[in-house]
């Protein structure tokens, strides 16, 4: 490897760019509380359990979401589609007024149009650990399109999958 480094204190800088040549999916987390309804972009999605279901979503300790599913106890996963690229910059906090009509409902939740797979879970764990929290939740529904091909996110750049 070219880049070796080994140090005592790792700035967040230098983890955040060795941790970003780990390809991921990118989703959108959704929730709703009685102040309306948010979403949030997020990588660190992974599934955890088959039986019973369970997912984990890693959000930062100073989101505007983190409190909002403390709040409502339940949050959905939209996988984002390789055409969405847009919804990920817009969910990361750069607005993009072009985009409407985001939302459909789904078992109470709001959800993504187009997304490629969804999941809808509650809340049963939550782990805080450094400057994020763990949000352990039990898949109570979900819904993919198999002929989705996804969004990908490595090195900081939006990609697809080539087959
Ligand atoms: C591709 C991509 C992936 C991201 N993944 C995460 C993540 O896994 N966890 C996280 O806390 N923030 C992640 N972010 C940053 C949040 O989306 C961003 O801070 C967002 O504005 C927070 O929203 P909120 O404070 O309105 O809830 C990611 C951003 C991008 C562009």
């Keep these: 490897m070219s880049d070796t480094l080994t140090m005592d204190t790792i700035d967040p800088r230098t983890m955040r760019d060795c941790c970003g040549r780990f390809a991921t999916g990118v989703t959108v987390i959704t929730t709703r509380t009685p102040e309306g309804d948010h979403g949030m972009t997020v990588s660190a999605f992974m599934s955890v359990s088959l039986d019973p279901p369970l997912i984990c979503i890693s959000v930062g300790n100073r989101s505007k979401m983190l409190p909002k599913i403390q709040a409502s106890g339940r949050y959905a996963v939209n996988v984002l589609s390789e055409t969405m690229r847009d919804h990920a910059l817009h969910f990361a906090g750069r607005t993009n007024e072009g ?11 709001p959800v993504l149009q187009d997304a490629g797979a969804v999941l809808v879970a509650d809340l049963v ?31 900081g750049q939006f990609g697809g999958v080539v087959a």
């Design 99 to 109: 985009l409407t009509d985001l939302f459909r409902d789904q078992h109470g939740l």
């Design 125 to 155: 764990q939550q782990v805080e650990t450094g400057d994020h929290v763990l949000l352990i939740g039990h898949v109570r529904h979900l819904d993919s399109d198999p002929a989705a091909k996804p969004l990908v996110f490595h090195a």
